[in-house]
């Protein structure tokens, strides 16, 4: 089985940096993980999303996003949990996982399991670095990828 841990963010955008910043950690932590995972930054994710997870059966997707949450609530999910809150863009800038999640299921490429693992932003203002709410919950988000394969 192909897996991959795919984080998604822009570390200089504050917290939508958190995807980065979990994947980075889990880099460190590979000893915990089986051997077998690709580790796979995405930047901000888009259409691109749509071929990188073509070649696996297993991903978890890290990424920060406004859910609606807490500030810095930690949420981990199945794509198939949860509706997105997002209306339709009007240009591919508006691309959301959710919208990359479903072009790639009507292409049959969707992969057999998926997992996000996601954090409530509280600052997506252009600094390199995240809130320390945010920061505290990069740990948390860690943990929930690293329990997922166990």
């Known amino acids: 089985m192909k897996q991959a841990i795919i984080g998604i963010g822009n570390p200089l955008m504050g917290d939508d940096g958190a995807g980065i910043a979990v994947l980075n950690k889990l880099k460190g932590r590979k000893s915990e993980l089986p051997e077998d995972i ?4 995405m930047g901000t994710g888009g259409i691109n999303l749509v071929h990188v997870i073509a070649d696996y059966d297993r991903v978890v997707i890290i990424d920060a996003a406004q859910f609606g949450g807490q500030p810095a609530e930690v949420r981990k999910f199945r794509p198939d949990e949860v509706q997105t809150l997002k209306t339709q863009g009007y240009s591919l800038h508006d691309w959301d996982l959710f919208t990359s999640l479903d072009i790639s ?3 049959g490429e969707l992969p057999e399991e998926i997992w996000v693992i996601s954090v409530q932003m509280i600052d997506a203002s252009p600094v ?3 809130t320390s709410q945010v920061e505290e919950a990069v740990e948390e988000m860690v943990g929930l990828v690293i329990d997922l394969f166990r």
């Open 38 to 41: 690709d580790y796979v930054e």
């Open 105 to 107: 299921k009507r292409m």
């Open 128 to 130: 390199d670095h995240m």
